[in-house]
């Protein structure tokens, strides 16, 4: 029993039965020893928490200071919305503790876009608004009723099937018809479109600020 040990499992059992289930007596009995004997390595379930926090963070991409600024951010976008899927109870708890593993992995992120030349006010920019869709994604692709695939095709094929749906909802209908139940249609594709379309802006405004500076 060691305090990595009781954070591997405490992920492990959020991972199948959310974060609201996670409780120190769960957990000591998943563990195989008494609920106080944990007391021994962790502080409490704070402690608990931030080290589930870590490990999650732990597992995205890091992005190097001298790193291209624009693929490295790129990656690091999918790395993150691939880690949160695999966590899903992270998603909503990322933003919410700071732990040392937090405070790394941001430093990186201003480090590599500094290192590129933007200025701290548009790397904030960045941050904030890359953040804020992939996490933002991330929350939607839990939400929404995909299948194992990730596929929504099932769930649409029966809401078109319902009396009046092409009459009340044309708009939808349609999109339905003629995208989502279409061959090779993934939600998750939407995620590329959309990161590329924060990192062109951000590129422009890069520019606009490099030129501004003469």
């Not at 960045?126 to 804020?132: F, G, P, Y």
Request: proline content about 2%.
């Amino acid at each position: 029993m060691t305090r990595a040990r009781a954070i591997q499992v405490a992920v492990a059992l959020a991972d199948v039965d959310g974060i609201e289930s996670l409780s120190m007596r769960k957990l000591a009995r998943e563990l195989g020893v008494e609920a106080m004997s944990l007391y021994y390595h962790v502080t409490g379930k704070d402690d608990i928490l931030d080290g589930m926090i870590e490990n999650v963070i732990g597992e995205m991409m890091l992005p190097a200071a001298e790193a291209e600024w624009r693929p490295a951010l790129r990656e690091r976008a999918e790395s993150v919305r691939s880690v949160l899927g695999r966590h899903r109870w992270a998603i909503s708890m990322v933003d919410e503790r700071t732990t040392q593993a937090t405070m790394r992995h941001l430093d990186a992120v201003i480090g590599c876009l500094r290192h590129a030349g933007f200025s701290i006010a548009l790397a904030a920019h960045a941050m904030s608004l890359l953040d804020s869709y992939v996490h933002g994604f991330a929350l939607q692709e839990a939400s929404l009723p995909l299948d194992e695939t990730g596929d929504i095709g099932a769930t649409t094929e029966d809401i078109l099937a319902r009396q009046g749906m092409m009459a009340t909802f044309p708009h939808l209908a349609e999109m339905g018809v003629t995208l989502i139940l279409q061959p090779g249609y993934a939600y998750g594709n939407e995620f590329t479109f959309g990161i590329e379309v924060i990192l062109d802006g951000l590129e422009a405004a890069f520019a606009a600020e490099v030129q501004a500076r003469g």
